[in-house]
Each structure stands twice: as C-alpha cells, then as structure tokens.
C-alpha cells in the first residue's frame, strides 16, 4: 500500500505565500516523478507542476516565477512554494507521483486526498 499526504493549505491573504508539502508512505522502492496539480471550483483538474527524481522540473505556463515545486528525496516528499497568492489560486491542490512499489515491477499513478488553499481577504 502507498499514499500521498498532503499538508500546509489554509487561509491566506492576497499577495501571500503558502508552503505545500506532500509526503509519500508505504511499500516504496522507488519514486519517478512527482508533481501538483489543481482543482478550482467549477473547473477541471490541471497541472500545477512537475518534478523528477533526478530534479528537471516543468510548470503550467501561468505559474512559472510564482510558484517553485522542490523534492527530499530521502524523505519521499515534494514541496510547493507559492507566492503572491491571489483569488484565482484558491483551488483544492493535489500531489501526484509515479511509484514503483516494493516486489513490484509495475509503475503506479498515486494521488493525495488533496489540501484546500484559500485566497481571501
């Protein structure tokens, strides 16, 4: 069994910051990407951003010099920096990863519960 928990949403004011982690458990042998994505009310899931063991990141095209995704490789967990923070960042955020788990050759796509982030004055 593997998951993904996510921690550090909340309320916070416009043009603030808000730290995102995301922590993998289980039968792990090993971790291939890792990444964030988003859900806003009344709107699809999309990418937030990406990043690989080896730590070649990727980010959607409206979050590049806002938001800077980061991994521990020895503790399994990926990181969101989020800065200046407005309204339409409020969405649920979710931690993704590509996981090979122990006495197992297949890949799984694993996803976390999801960590609300609220923008609001």
């Known amino acids: 069994q593997v998951q993904l928990v996510e921690s550090g949403g909340g309320l916070v004011q416009p043009g603030g910051s808000l730290r995102l982690s995301c922590a993998a458990s289980g039968s792990i042998f090993s971790i291939n990407v890792m990444g964030w994505y988003r859900q806003a009310p009344g709107k699809e899931r999309e990418l937030v951003a990406t990043i690989t063991g080896g730590g070649s990141t990727d980010y959607a095209d409206s979050m590049k010099g806002l938001f800077t995704i980061s991994r521990n490789n020895t503790k399994n967990t990926v990181y969101l920096q989020m800065n200046s923070l407005n309204a339409e960042d409020t969405a649920v955020y979710y931690c993704?990863?590509?996981?090979?788990?122990?006495?197992?050759?297949?890949?799984?796509?694993?996803w976390g519960q999801g960590t609300l982030v609220t923008v609001s004055s």
């Open positions: 993704n990863a590509i996981i090979r788990a122990r006495n197992s050759v297949e890949l799984l796509e694993v």
